[in-house]
């Protein structure tokens, strides 16, 4: 692409992955080179490994860890890892056509990578490159920042009744 784009995929509604992956999915079909990584999941959902059978690249960060489910973790090395790990995607971004951050958005929710180091690290996006984040509370500046912003809106969802996840629907 001559110009690749940035999207933000944010809100409290089911559904940013979903679309990221669908994304990753059209734009392999395409012949795209496509990297989709996610920061905070412990668990691999199932899209990991269809998206690995389309040759798509899968770099997981699992070892950015989330405050919030583990309240003990030392917050300055978490920092480190995920400065670390957005300095490993600066690095690779260029070889790829689409790059997914899944995720992305809580990494700046708890204090892992600042506003402006975010808006850093999009500064250095190749020019050719489409750049995807996801996550809940995309800030104003990143808003800003980008060109296409889906807000996915919880307007009711089974989970409020009580309904656990499921395999290959929620995850």
């Known amino acids: ?14 559904g940013k992955t ?13 012949g795209m080179k496509v990297l989709f990584s996610q920061f905070m999941k412990a668990v691999n959902g199932g899209e990991i490994a269809m998206l690995e059978k389309l040759q798509v690249r899968i770099l997981s960060f699992k070892e950015v860890l989330s405050p919030y489910f583990h ?17 490993q995607l600066a ?11 899944d995720e992305f958005m809580h990494l700046i929710k708890h204090g892992l990578v600042t506003q402006e180091e975010a808006l ?3 500064g250095r996006k190749p020019a050719g490159v489409e750049l995807v984040l996801t996550g809940r509370d995309a800030p ?3 808003i800003e920042a980008a060109d296409y ?4 809106r919880a307007v009711k969802h089974p989970l409020d009744k009580g ?9």
């Open 91 to 101: 690095v690779i971004m260029p070889g790829y056509d689409l790059v997914i951050m």
């Open 18 to 30: 979903t679309a990221s992956v669908g994304l990753a999915v059209r734009a392999r079909g395409r």
């Open 120 to 122: 850093v690290f999009l």
């Open 1 to 14: 692409m001559e110009k690749g784009l940035i999207h933000i995929y944010t809100g409290d509604g089911k």
């Open 149 to 152: 912003v889906t807000e996915m």
């Open 71 to 87: 309240p003990g973790a030392d917050l300055g090395a978490l920092r480190a890892k995920a400065i670390g790990a957005l300095e």
């Open 163 to 171: 309904l656990k996840a499921r395999a290959g629907i929620e995850f």
């Open 140 to 142: 104003l500046s990143l």
